[in-house]
């Protein structure tokens, strides 16, 4: 009866990995040898890794990553110039811990979305918040949100993630109001968080995109500042083909 009542507090506590912990020990008969420190370390051990799971499941939940890629995955063999030294470097996640931006360009084909949700999902992993979007539907969101008054609330939505993912950026021309939302967007992130944009645009051509030289000018500084860039080329068929790989 006392073990009940035991376990119906910790369920109103939500030790969920205690509970756990406990039904094995009572289920194990090697557990009643150990001393009672032990025992209690042992519960306070799973209680702490059962709610790194819970953060990190999470984490990848709010991320809405497009692809299900981990860095275990990532195809070195494919002639596309993806340095794996480089690649070492960045999967630590130090880029987004010292706020600096991850700029990933090359053809269609060459993985560019993969990696970047490789990365997203490492960051996860490493206790980051993340949130991936296309650019085409951030352009349509701000777009709405100035119509329905949410704007400010989006652009702050957008800025508390320590990794924001801007994939397939320079596919759809801007208009005015878009240049003047992606400068808030990026001028918000500026040295307090990192962004993560792919791209099939050379960075050199991201000025004359942007298009508003003032504009393009403020943008570009802030992106390519204290910025690392992976330049991927599509030596060979798509990487498309192989859906086992990016």
């Known amino acids: 009866m006392l073990l009940e ?3 119906e507090q910790l369920r109103e506590l939500k030790l969920y990995g205690v509970i756990a912990a406990l039904e094995q020990q009572l289920n194990t ?4 040898q150990l001393g009672f420190e032990e025992r209690f370390s042992l519960l306070i051990d799973r209680e702490i890794m059962d709610r790194g799971n819970r953060r990190i499941t ?3 939940r709010k991320a809405r990553l497009r692809h299900l890629a981990c860095i275990e995955d990532i195809d070195y063999q494919h002639p596309r110039g993806l340095e794996k030294s480089k690649m070492a470097l960045l999967v630590q996640c130090d880029f987004i811990r010292h706020h600096h931006n991850l700029l990933i360009t090359g053809p269609t084909g060459c993985g560019k979305s993969w990696i970047a949700c490789a990365i997203g999902q490492q960051a996860c992993r490493q206790r980051l918040s993340v949130r991936y979007i296309r650019m085409a539907k951030l352009l349509e969101e701000l777009r709405i949100s100035h119509a329905d008054g ?3 609330k989006l652009l702050n939505h957008f800025a508390k993630f320590e990794l924001l993912i801007l994939d397939d950026f320079g596919l759809d021309p801007l208009n005015r109001q878009d240049q003047l939302d ?3 967007l990026i001028e918000d992130r500026y040295q307090l968080k990192s962004t993560l944009i792919t791209s099939q645009l050379s960075i050199k051509h991201w000025h004359d995109y942007i298009g508003e030289p003032t504009i393009a000018d403020a943008v570009m500084d802030r992106l390519v500042n204290k910025s690392h860039q992976l330049e991927l080329k599509l030596t060979g068929d798509s990487m498309r083909k192989d859906k086992k790989t990016d």
């Open 29 to 32: 008969i090697e557990s009643h």
């Open 150 to 152: 949410t704007y400010i």
């Open 182 to 184: 992606l400068l808030e």
């Open 58 to 60: 999470d984490l990848l």
């Open 5 to 7: 009542q035991t376990m």
